[in-house]
């Protein structure tokens, strides 16, 4: 099949690469540009494992052809740390409050509140259960995936984390 | 002793050892993408390989043309299983003792079998050339039903035994018949029911569901035909039995097939057997000598590795008119589709089923298990359960309801009446299990108190008035589950995996300066071993959690084990592990006495050292322990500090929990609103309790979607419905209700340090829960037995039913 080239900035680096123009998004990330960070865990846009950043945005990156995003900025998880390697906020927040198991979904998962936050740096509780509606985890049940984000929240903003109570 | 000298409670902080919330290890690298999952595996020169599956439930297969897709570039190969039944690999053994097909011979038997592998240069072209096989099909009569599918004129699905009226569980009925399986005292029982003042009789469906990790199953197989030895990767529950199976299989001697489980995306119970996916990549990878990934996508996760339950139970119980149960009898039609390949221990053809009897103290019972074959994909896992304790649970639990209902009794009177007492553990259970450990009274009061039940009737008792009155459109329903769970499997004398007895094993290292790694034969899939082996360890040798490292996964450097579901792990590889720790303590012992030139018996153990007895400031940290071990060993002592144990359990655990759910449901939309979920859990010691905690989380949240909505069926021609997430109900953020835990600790006896396993408590007592709520708002408008999945339209029906909209 015929090849078209594509151009896009992945955390920061310039990368380029002659790709089928069927190419999923997903699978360039994964398979060509060797960031395997986002996940797939499924066939209908429904799971988010896959989530990404591109140009400020979440999208689900299964969802998007990798041409689609010639000229892009994407951000997937291994961007996040910062370069001396202190964990972002949100790594951080998974981490201390138990929002992960099997980690499969953490990535997109982190990914997308990342995102949330830059929209809504105060979320209540609510607001981050429909915030991250679009990305599934088979694992916590979400509680301790609601609390992480919370915590990060209040780590943004220079507050103390309060945990409600149960 | 000055101030600066840490005291035993910072000694032991330090630790991190049993009890402490430590932070998981794991999460260090999965937050940051940095997880092995199989998938991102890319090896040099790697194929990948796709599957034809059958758009049929049953039909012959005519003809199958593979020369267009072969013809496309890229493509590599198409095996067929005129191409498998040379190697005598076109059927596989399954766990239960019958075989099931790699690649469809001359039928199919249910819709999106497998049918051919294509083998191409990436995923993109082999996902093409699937399409451009050509299959040839005479479609056949479909058994659906599993009621009808001994029926005398039944079609015969499995042609390839129909002669074989001998199972692997003894005499066949029927040609679509699998096994009659039964416990207990039949004539005692029905004795029983012949006379007792109280009888019911339900049939309750426990549905066909699926596990759907959300990472699905994958390998990568290499076949290195220089050395002769192959390396299998993939989503291993238990992979060194997977090792012993590809070795059986291949004819490759077992130390030259190398197999890994690395990180693995959530499994509950879907990647512990074997699939024609991991065969058919590893036969390629043998003919082709190049490495071979395949990967499932989610419809064939959903239609096709291993469905959960689909259990048909006639429950009976019979009892006093003031609510003392004499007597347990139970029916089971068991639909295992088209393969019997249930991962249960070989001589437990229908699990662990007998634990039906539950938490009470039934005297006599007897069950019954027919299994049958169905147009429907194989499989039958312990889908988050140990083996059908989940159906088990739920029949008996909802029994309990129907009968409080009938006598007119709270169902929570009626489970205290007959709950096992304190003082008949260990006790011997009708159907022949001796629980270890427990106390339900003591469980089911806390939580009684915790969510103020009788004030919850009370509100209860309200709303239905108002309710017939007219004013509200909202039912309150009050879901109770008192559960006893059977897991640890098990004792080598009576449970086995094809023969390998289900022990397991754990290996411990100490390097001179005193840090360890340490070996399972188990395999985390999320539950945090590495975090939590490292707790046991820390506090049976005192050396700091985190200068402990756990690995599992690779068979060739980690002891044999039997892998993990059913809640195996703590229990028996967790006491493997306080046993291999032991062995070491018991020779750090006698170098610490020889360092401090006492005898053995003069010191004793304290947190992180041996001390001389009545002189505490005459101590070696096991740290200084370690590096003696490789350079001041009493004479004649063999150097090093490490030691292996397999262990094999003197009997199975059997944590318990009491839960209970406040439900609303409005009438007019069938709409279910928890209001608020309560479980309490007793799993014996708490190595972690962040991690208990979570694990109830998300086994919660699986019982929710399982009750609440989470179904895969077929339509009358055997298609099937809900293989995908469009259709599969994944609950998000936003449905999954909030979760309160609580807990009482009753050690196990017989455990090392009385640790019972708790991942899959909450999806056994969790869904009856549910449902007992969707079944407790509708009694009093004597609605009968509500089927599960309880979502919305269901529940509307129900209402519908009951005349609420007229
Ligand atoms: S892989 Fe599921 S939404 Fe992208
Ligand atoms: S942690 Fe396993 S899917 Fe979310």
Redo the contacts between chains.
């Keep these: 099949m015929s090849r078209v080239p594509v151009k896009m900035t992945i955390n920061g680096r310039a990368v380029e690469a002659l790709i089928e123009p069927r190419t999923l998004l997903i699978h360039f990330l994964r398979e060509q540009a060797g960031l395997t960070g986002a996940h797939i865990g499924c066939d209908t846009s429904h799971c988010g494992a896959c989530t990404v950043d591109l140009n400020a945005m979440s999208v689900k990156s299964c969802t998007v052809f990798a041409i689609q995003a010639n000229g892009a900025e994407i951000v997937t998880i291994e961007g996040m740390a910062a370069a001396d390697g202190t964990l972002h906020a949100l790594q951080d927040g998974f981490r201390q409050m138990h929002g992960l198991q099997c980690g499969y979904c953490t990535p997109g998962m982190i990914m997308r509140a990342h995102s949330l936050l830059k929209e809504n740096p105060n979320p209540s509780e609510d607001e981050i259960r429909i915030g991250i509606s679009g990305n599934l985890c088979r694992c916590t049940g979400y509680q301790n995936i609601v609390k992480s984000i919370q915590y990060a929240a209040a780590k943004i903003n220079g507050v103390p984390y309060q945990e409600a109570a149960e | 002793m000055n101030d600066m000298t840490p005291t035993q409670a910072e000694r032991t902080g330090k630790l991190e050892g049993l009890g402490c919330r430590r ?2 290890t ?10 092995n ?1 199989v ?2 595996l ?1 090896l040099p020169g790697m194929l990948f390989g796709d599957f034809v599956r059958s758009s049929h439930p049953h039909a012959r297969i005519k003809s199958i043309d593979t020369s267009k897709a072969l013809a496309l570039p890229g493509v590599k190969a198409v095996l067929t299983a005129a191409d498998l039944k040379p190697l005598k690999l076109h059927y596989m053994p399954t766990l239960a003792g019958d075989v099931a097909a790699v690649l469809a011979d001359d039928k199919v038997l249910f819709q999106n079998q497998e049918i051919a592998f294509v083998v191409a240069e990436d ?2 072209i082999a996902a093409d050339a699937t399409e451009l096989v050509e299959v040839e099909y005479e479609a056949l009569p479909v058994v659906v039903d599993p009621f009808q599918a001994m029926a005398p004129d039944a079609p015969v699905l499995r042609e390839d035994i129909k002669d074989k009226m001998d199972g692997a569980h003894g005499p066949r009925k029927h040609p679509n018949h699998i096994f009659n399986w039964q416990v207990g005292d039949k004539q005692g029982t029905d004795a029983v029911f012949d006379t007792a003042e109280v009888t019911t009789k339900d049939l309750f469906v426990y549905h066909r569901t699926h596990p ?5 199953c994958q390998c990568v197989a290499s076949m290195d035909k220089i050395k002769g030895e192959l390396t299998v990767w993939g989503t291993f529950q238990a992979p060194h039995v997977i090792r012993t199976v590809v070795s059986i299989l291949s004819g490759i001697a077992e130390h030259k097939v190398h197999v890994i489980a690395p ?4 499994g ?1 119970g879907n990647k512990v057997g074997v699939y024609p996916g991991y065969v058919c990549a590893i036969v390629a990878s043998i003919v082709l000598g190049v490495p071979v990934k395949w990967v499932e ?3 064939e996760n959903l239609s096709t590795t291993s469905f959960a339950r689909d259990y048909h139970m006639t429950t009976e119980l019979a009892a006093t008119k003031d609510g003392k149960i004499l007597a347990m009898r139970i029916h089971v039609l068991a639909d295992h589709g088209a393969f019997d390949a249930c991962a249960d221990p070989s001589r437990w053809p229908a699990g662990f089923m007998n634990i039906c009897t539950g938490s009470y103290d039934i005297p006599v019972a007897h069950l019954e298990v027919d299994g049958v074959y169905t147009n429907k994909a194989s499989g039958g896992v312990a889908y988050r359960c140990s083996f059908r304790v989940t159906e088990a649970v739920y029949s008996i639990e909802r029994a309990i309801e129907v009968l409080a209902h009938k006598l007119g009794m709270d169902s929570v009177d009626l489970r205290m009446k007959n709950f096992i007492k304190a003082e008949q553990f260990p006790y011997h259970s009708a159907l022949g299990w001796e629980y270890d450990s427990g106390n339900y009274h003591v469980a089911m009061q806390k939580a009684m108190d915790a969510v103020g039940y009788p004030a919850l009737r009370a509100e209860q008792k309200t709303r239905q008035e108002a309710f017939r009155r007219g004013e509200t459109r909202q039912l309150l329903g009050i879901g109770v589950s008192f559960f006893t769970e059977i897991v640890g499997a098990g004792p080598s004398r009576n449970c086995d995996i094809l023969g390998v007895g289900m022990f397991d094993s754990a290996e411990i290292r100490i390097h001179p300066t005193g840090s360890i790694v340490a070996r399972m034969g188990t395999k985390s ?4 071993h590495e975090t939590t082996y490292a707790q046991i360890i820390a506090t049976e040798l005192g050396i700091p959690a985190d200068d402990i490292t756990v690995e599992e996964g690779n068979t060739d450097t980690a002891p044999y084990g039997l892998g993990t579901y059913g809640s195996r792990s703590t229990p028996v590889a967790g006491a493997a592990t306080a046993m291999a720790a032991r062995k070491i303590r018991a020779k750090a012992q006698m170098i610490a006495a020889h360092l401090l030139e006492v005898s053995e018996y003069d010191v004793e153990w304290d947190i992180d050292r041996f001390k001389v007895k009545g002189l505490p400031e005459k101590f070696k940290t096991m740290k200084e322990i370690a590096w003696a071990a490789y350079n001041n060993l009493p004479p004649g002592m063999e150097p090093g500090l490490e030691a292996v144990n397999y262990y094999d359990p003197p009997n199975m655990t059997y944590p318990f929990g009491a839960y209970f759910c406040v439900m609303d449901i409005d009438v007019d939309t069938g709409v279910a609103k928890t209001r608020r979920f309560y479980a309490l859990d007793d799993c014996g010691t708490r190595i972690n309790p ?2 208990i ?3 109830v ?6 019982a929710f979607a399982v009750a609440m909505g989470q179904e895969i069926t077929y339509d009358a021609q055997g298609n099937v419905m809900g293989a ?3 259709d599969f109900f ?1 609950p ?3 449905e ?1 209700p ?4 609580d807990f009482t600790v009753t050690p196990s006896p017989h455990h090392p340090i009385g640790a019972k396993g708790v991942g899959e408590s909450p999806h056994v007592g969790g869904v009856p829960c549910f449902s007992n709520a969707v079944n407790d708002a509708f009694a009093f408008l004597e609605a009968g037995h509500i089927p599960m999945p309880h979502h919305a339209w269901r529940l509307w029906k129900v209402a519908d039913g009951l005349g609420l909209h007229a």
């Design positions: 932070k998981r794991e999460d260090i690298r999965f937050t940051q993408g940095r997880g999952y998938d991102d890319k995923r993109y759907s990790p959300l990472e699905t990180d693995i995306g959530g509950f996508d989610r419809m899939q999320g539950q945090g962040m991690i905690e979570g694990q989380h998300g086994g919660l949240t699986e995908s997430f469009m994944l998000t953020a936003v999954t909030k979760w309160e835990t």
